[in-house]
């Protein structure tokens, strides 16, 4: 079996918490790992789309986002899918995804996988997708370089890969369809450590997590740590950013006691900022921690889109108890008008006043690995 992380709980799917990390920061990701690409587009003013597809049946995408080509102004589209396991057909799927995004909005589109599992198989390979009337090769493996950053042969091969679906059922090569597949299970985290991009940061979790050394797992959160407070980000994305960490990351009670005897060493000013991460997620308890620095992201996300929070709606997303806060993190992007978020808001605390709140308790929010 592929080594994959399995969430655990609803309310921190890896759709969510990808989701909520690029909606944020999608173009310090694009420059980490796409640098080529991120150099012609110009992201300073990227709005999300809606996500579902027309006429599929309700299917939405991960992540659709509009950008403009820097050199022109027209716009284009970047489809962001997030993948936990591997599955047989994806990349078929991806293909089917990039005709339905094209039909609608009618403009070129950037398709990006993230794998979050290691394939089976190193190199080209050729899968059935089988069906009765004959069978679609994909390419799932090798692929060539796409030119990003730590894109560079290893063992275990590269980290970002152009990979391919191929339509070769009339026994010639009708159609190629390739897409960008980034491998973040092929990511060490000493290639993220000192680099300076907030996803960067986040995604020490995601390779620090598989280390059975618990001197390099301290080793690997003090390391984010510091690079957090030396940051130039916001307070509310310090809470978003360390969210994320933490819930790949999970460290044990006597690892989180270690990192913490490291921070007190900090100076005054960056211990203060520490401080002020810690305590919520650590002490207040995961889910409410991490929903705090949510919340901000989600009132920042609903201003941008829809020019506003209506007090009403303000309102709501505050008395939400920690789960729905994170719920409503991932979903969002799929709220196109202010009446659907106020009718998802009415559902849901309706649902709230049945159960009698939500549950905080402290767990492991991601599984270990298989």
């Known amino acids: 079996m592929p080594e994959v992380i399995q969430p655990q709980g609803k309310a921190l799917s890896h759709d969510r918490l990808f989701k909520s990390l690029l909606g944020r920061f999608l173009p310090e990701f694009m420059h980490l790992f796409l640098p080529d690409l991120a150099s012609r587009l110009d992201m300073t003013g990227v709005k999300f789309l809606q996500q579902e597809l027309a006429g599929d049946h309700g299917k939405v995408v991960d992540l659709l986002a509009e950008v403009r080509l820097a050199a022109t102004g027209v716009t284009v589209l970047i489809h962001i899918e997030v993948q936990a396991t591997q599955e047989t057909g994806f990349a078929r799927r991806m293909f089917t995804y990039y005709v339905r995004i094209t039909e609608r909005h009618g403009r070129a589109v950037a398709p990006i996988a993230i ?35 730590g894109c560079r042969q290893e063992p275990e091969g590269d980290i970002c890969q152009l990979e391919a679906w191929v339509d070769d059922r009339l026994g010639v090569e009708t159609l190629r369809f390739t897409f960008h597949a980034l491998h ?69 009670g006597d690892e989180r006691r270690r990192v913490r005897q490291v921070l007190e060493s900090f100076s005054p000013k960056e211990a203060e900022v520490v401080e002020q991460i810690w305590t919520p997620l650590h002490e ?37 108890p920690a789960e729905q806060v994170l719920e409503l993190a991932g979903v969002l992007f799929e709220i196109a008008t202010l009446k659907e978020l106020r009718v998802w808001l009415g559902a849901h605390a309706e649902a709230v006043r049945e159960v009698g709140g939500g549950n905080g308790a402290d767990h492991d929010p991601v599984a270990p690995d298989k």
């Open 184 to 252: 973040l299970r092929r990511v060490k985290w000493r290639e993220l450590a000192g680099v300076h991009n907030p996803v960067a940061l986040a995604l020490l979790g995601v390779a620090g997590r598989r280390l059975g050394d618990s001197d390099e797992r301290v080793q690997v959160a003090v390391g984010f740590y510091r690079g957090l407070v030396q940051s130039v980000v916001e307070p509310q994305d310090r809470q978003l950013l360390t969210g994320f960490f933490e819930a790949y990351m999970h460290l044990s």
């Open 284 to 320: 207040e308890g995961f889910q409410e921690g991490l929903a705090k620095g949510y919340m901000e992201v989600i009132l920042r996300q609903i201003r941008k889109r829809f020019g506003q929070v209506p007090p009403d709606v303000g309102t709501a997303i505050r008395a939400l």
């Open 115 to 149: 794998y979050l599992f290691e394939p089976k198989a190193q190199g080209t390979i050729k899968e059935a997708d089988t069906n009765k009337d004959g069978h679609d090769g994909e390419d799932s493996g090798g692929g060539s370089s796409c030119g990003t950053r």
